[in-house]
Nanobody
Framework: QVQLVESVGGLVQAGGSLRLSCAAS????????MAWFRQAPGKAREFVAA????????DRADSVKGRFTISRDNAKNTVYLKMNSLKPEDTAVYYC?????????????????WGQGTQVTVSS
């Protein structure tokens, strides 16, 4: 069993920055693809970004390109999401996810493990 634990989110003003982290533990594999999804009130869960174990396969949602950066530190079994130029529409619960395989993916149904979620609120 894999456990994913996200860092605490926060409240920031529009235009500000925030970095989230997600640490993985347990399981029998250390080569998981890891990703971030988010869900705003009244909306469906949506893909944000994903990165393969090697870092060679990365996917990003169009809405965050140029603003968000996904990275990972395999020695720490941790994935990061650096969020810059935050907008009110970025307000959501952010979820860390992981799956087996070699390639990043954009569909939530591809992922086997999920964190508990962390709240990010961006004020106008």
């Amino acid at each position: 069993q894999v456990q994913l634990v996200e860092s605490v989110g926060g409240l920031v003003q529009a235009g500000g920055s925030l970095r989230l982290s997600c640490a993985a533990s347990g399981g029998t594999s250390t080569t998981y693809v890891m990703a971030w999804f988010r869900q705003a009130p009244g909306k469906a869960r949506e893909f944000v970004a994903a990165i393969s174990w090697s870092g060679g396969s990365i996917d990003r949602a169009d809405s965050v390109k140029g603003r968000f950066t996904i990275s990972r530190d395999n020695a720490k079994n941790t994935v990061y999401l650096k969020m810059n130029s935050l907008k009110p529409e970025d307000t959501a619960v952010y979820y860390c996810a992981a799956k087996t395989g070699a390639f990043a993916g954009v569909r939530g149904t591809m992922y086997n493990y999920w964190g508990q979620g962390t709240q990010v609120t961006v004020s106008s």
